[in-house]
């Protein structure tokens, strides 16, 4: 069974006339990973933001997305209000823009907790805590009572991935959720990340720029272009046999820069 299925997405920018992203279709199969990588400013973000339908003010978004059989660009707002979270949760690239200034952390984790499982107050602080502390955020008491422009665009992040871990949603939709770390604490975080899925066999789209990351966890990939996906298929087919020629400099760009660190690490 499929979890998601996208037909003839596309996102137009209203106030130029021009197609951001063109006609996109894939489906996400329950329990599995699509990873979504590709240059920047090729639309991977708008389509995410899309999917969950938070789509920014200046673009008009048209085609189908089907959340388990249901047409989600039909329902209404406080019906798809509903979903996010539970059903589907965002991990956003940007933090600052997924959380409300005016409230410090805890306020939105204990919210989002509080719609979507009916834990005790007492209940509700522990797991959180575990959540931040899986996460390798050694303070969680201080992350709590922080407002989310004290805490590094790293921490937000992290803050996000707790979230997911705590709620436990059927598909998540990871925009490229650990660029502000670095390698230790992503590695760690991409861990836990998999773990959830093993553990509750909840669905995924990743999006990311670093392809060795994709390899690791994702079971299909697409490569975007320009608002177009030009390349799909299993993760180990477009690897192993890429049909593009943007696909091939994609991973070859990834096969120098390693190269080039391995050379200076002096590992070879
Ligand atoms: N709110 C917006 N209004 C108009 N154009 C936008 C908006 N957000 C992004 N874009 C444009 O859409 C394209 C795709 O953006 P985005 O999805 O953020 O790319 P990616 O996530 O792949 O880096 C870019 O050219 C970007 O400038
Ligand atoms: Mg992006």
């Avoid at 030009?230 to 990834?254: D, I």
């Amino acid at each position: 069974m499929n979890v998601l299925e996208v037909s003839g997405l596309s996102i137009r920018d209203k106030k130029k006339d021009e197609l951001l992203v063109k006609d996109s279709s894939f489906l996400v199969g329950k329990g599995t990973c699509l990873a979504i990588a590709g240059e920047s400013g090729s639309g991977k973000s708008l389509s995410c933001r899309a999917l969950m339908r938070l789509n920014p003010s200046g673009v008009c978004v048209t085609g189908t997305i089907l959340y388990k059989g249901e047409d989600i660009t039909a329902i209404s707002k406080e019906a798809m209000r509903k979903k996010r979270g539970k059903d589907i949760y965002m991990i956003m690239q940007n933090g600052m823009t997924a959380f409300d200034p005016s409230s410090v952390i805890g306020v939105h984790l204990k919210q989002a907790a509080a719609q979507h499982m009916g834990w005790s107050a007492a209940e509700t602080e522990r797991t959180l805590h575990r959540a931040l502390e899986s996460v390798l955020l050694k303070n969680p008491g201080e992350v709590m009572n922080q407002y989310p422009h004290q805490l590094s665009g790293g921490m937000l992040q992290r803050v996000m991935i707790a979230l997911a871990l705590v709620l436990e949603p059927e598909l998540i939709i990871a925009d490229e959720p650990t660029t502000a770390l670095d390698a230790i604490t992503q590695d760690e975080v991409i861990n836990e990340l998999s773990r959830l899925r093993e553990r509750i066999g909840c669905s995924m789209i990743f999006v990311s720029h670093d392809l060795g990351l994709v390899r690791k966890i994702a079971d299909e990939l697409l490569v975007m272009k320009d608002g177009e996906i030009v390349e799909r298929g299993t993760a180990e087919t477009v690897f192993c046999s890429p049909k593009q020629e943007y696909t091939r400099l994609l991973l070859s760009a990834r096969q120098v820069l390693s190269d080039h660190f391995m050379n200076i690490m002096e590992v070879r």
